[in-house]
């Protein structure tokens, strides 16, 4: 049992069953008056924000979740295949927990994986990725200005909003906390 | 051998360059041969004389040298101190005052000086009490530090409230302090659990003539360190504390800004459960309403919710209890001060009991407080305003931890 003193931005707590991560508190009491705890709400899984205002004081129930890094091995049908790198078991997500994340999948990438009374809820990927351009319309290579852009396929299905100097071929370093495009990577 | 006269580099500044100058301070960055210092008179570059070690970022450095207008230059130095770690130290105390905080905090002072100065002006005596007191306090919702291995027990202040009124029984009609007061478990945005404030008191007054003293006070500050301007940034759009500052009853706050009756809120159900409700309409809807472009005083509390306050004469429902607020933050918690010392054990004893109801520490009743008021107070205001939500408020900070040194979370 955790208590709102325990509520500070990332802490997990159970409500109504569900896991739910603080994005936002604030503590307001009124002069001489009940102190309450404004928070803003992430369901860690359908990923909606709720707002909920506890009383200061209030028993709240600590969300049981777990991170662990795990090693991306393959897909197989609308899952995800991965491997705990200190247990060497494997498990399999399903594509509708990682949404914009399986963009950021390569073979062998480390990842932590979040898990809920030990079933996975989502994947956090590393925050830069590097991915190869495999469509794109042809640079051009006087413009290094870089306030125009062009869209660019990559190697994982990932549309982003490149420079028009980017070519084919080349790789993309992509901050997968945005999902956007940061330099080239040489080599 | 001769030895060249050397001014301090604040005196140089205003000579005829060049100027043989000498100055101090902590080595910012480094450029080739040349260091940006920073000193009292804020920055300086050095240019090293050819053939000395140059300093690196962080170093205290003494530099003697000849001041051509701009910069130091064929400066000898001495190291005065040297950091054993990287500089700026990740999370480090450079970088944590240098962001901007210790001009804040240049300000505060300024602005606490000027508190100062107006109750002075006033005929105000300036007092301290002691910070560790038998009883904390009843309130209900506010909660005390515990001193460990006090004998008799001793909490420290939430607020100086009781000694300041023994003061008052003394003979000094007109008294404030500004110390700090401790509450548990307060901290956020605009709380910090030990905090600045300034209490005062005023003899045969009531509630108006502290007000005023509130308007006054705070406009006083506020100008000293905007150069004349009552007008302060605030939270989400600017105020203007030039004096008079509105005026609005609970009832009518209630009603203006959440639509409800006070009166019906608090009649319906259990007491406990109706005063729940009642701070959560006031802290979520009506609070960050209030004081918006002008500051306003909520007067008129409901009688239950101010124990040491007098009720209204005219009213007894209500409590001569008042509060300003500035863009949605309580600055300062005032009342006419109850000096019926019956009237008063009983309601502390009522306090008492709803602490035990409610499993929270039961204080004991101060006796000397007591004593006081059966030894006669005059009749008296008094008010207890957040020295730094006034600041806060006056620089257009964000947090309360911004114009702190250091707050309690980085201890």
């Known amino acids: 049992m955790a208590d709102t003193t325990d509520i500070k931005k990332g802490f997990k707590m159970l409500l109504d069953g569900a896991p739910y991560s603080v994005v936002e508190s604030q503590f307001v009491k009124p002069g001489k008056g009940q102190a309450f705890v404004r928070t803003r709400l992430k369901n860690m899984i359908s990923g909606n924000v709720i707002e909920r205002t506890f009383k200061s004081g209030e028993k709240i129930d600590k969300a049981e979740c777990e991170e662990r890094e795990m090693q991306y091995l393959y897909p197989e049908g609308d899952d995800y295949v991965f491997m705990d790198t200190q247990t060497y078991d494997q498990m399999r997500i399903s594509g509708e927990f990682l949404g914009d994340n399986a963009y950021y999948l390569l073979d062998n990438t480390n990842v932590d994986v979040m898990l809920f009374e030990g079933r996975p809820i989502g994947i956090t990927p590393p925050t830069f990725v590097n991915l190869e351009v495999i469509e794109t319309e042809p640079g051009f290579k006087g413009d290094t200005s870089g306030n125009t852009t ?11 909003q490149v420079p028009l100097f980017v070519e084919q071929g080349e790789t993309l370093k992509i901050d997968t906390r945005t999902g956007e495009y940061v330099e080239r990577v040489k080599g | 051998m001769s030895v060249t006269p050397r001014y301090p580099i604040e005196i140089a500044r205003r000579l005829r360059p060049p100027a043989p100058a000498k100055v101090a301070g902590r080595v910012v960055t480094t450029d080739a041969a040349r260091v940006l210092l920073r000193d009292v008179t804020g920055e300086l570059w050095v240019e090293v004389a050819a053939g000395a070690t140059p300093p690196t970022p962080g170093v205290w450095l003494v530099a003697e040298g000849t001041f051509d207008g701009s910069a130091l230059i064929d400066a000898t130095c001495r190291f005065a101190n040297v950091p054993r770690v990287p500089f700026p130290r990740p999370g480090g105390e ?36 002691p910070a560790m007191v038998p009883s904390p ?18 909490w420290l202040i939430t607020s100086p409230e009781y000694q300041m009124k023994r003061i008052l029984a003394g003979g000094a009609p007109r008294i404030y302090q500004i110390c700090r007061a401790f ?102 809807q009506v609070e960050p309403q209030l004081g918006r472009f002008r500051p306003v005083f909520v007067t008129d509390w409901p009688a239950s919710m101010a124990s040491l306050a007098q009720l209204d004469p005219r009213n007894p429902k209500v409590a001569q209890r008042f509060e300003a607020y500035v863009d949605g933050v309580e600055l300062c918690n005032g009342f006419g001060e109850l ?62 931890e911004d114009v702190v040194a250091i707050p309690s979370r980085r201890l």
């Open chain 1, 150 to 160: 062009k869209s660019a396929k990559l190697s994982t299905g990932l549309m982003v």
């Open chain 2, 94 to 129: 450079w970088l944590w005052f240098q962001g901007g905080r210790l001009e804040r905090l240049k300000k505060r002072a300024t602005m606490v000086r000027a508190l100062r100065e107006h109750f002075d002006r006033c005929a105000f005596l300036e007092v301290e009490t």
């Open chain 2, 137 to 154: 306090g009843l309130d209900l919702h506010l909660d005390a530090f515990p001193i460990a291995g006090a004998e008799p027990a001793r």
């Open chain 2, 183 to 284: 509450r548990r478990g307060e901290v956020g945005e605009r709380h910090e659990p030990e905090f600045t404030m300034l209490e005062w008191y005023r003899a045969f007054a009531g509630p108006d003539e502290v007000m005023r003293d509130t308007e006054h006070a705070a406009a006083h500050a506020a100008q000293a360190v905007l150069g004349g301007s009552t007008v302060i940034p605030a939270r989400t759009a600017p105020v203007d504390l030039a004096p008079p500052w509105d005026r609005i009853t609970v009832a009518e706050a209630f009603a203006r800004y959440a639509n409800i009756d006070v009166e019906a809120l608090l009649a319906s159900g259990p007491p406990e459960e109706a005063e729940e409700t009642f701070f959560r309409v006031l802290a979520l």
């Open chain 2, 339 to 400: 000096i019926d010392p019956v009237e008063q054990r009983t309601r502390l004893e009522r306090d008492q009991a709803a602490r035990a109801a409610k499993s929270l520490p039961v204080y004991p009743i101060d006796e000397g407080f007591l004593g006081a008021l059966e030894e006669g107070l005059p009749p008296c205001a008094g008010n207890a305003l957040g020295v730094d939500r006034l600041v806060m408020l006056t620089l257009g900070a964000a947090s309360i």
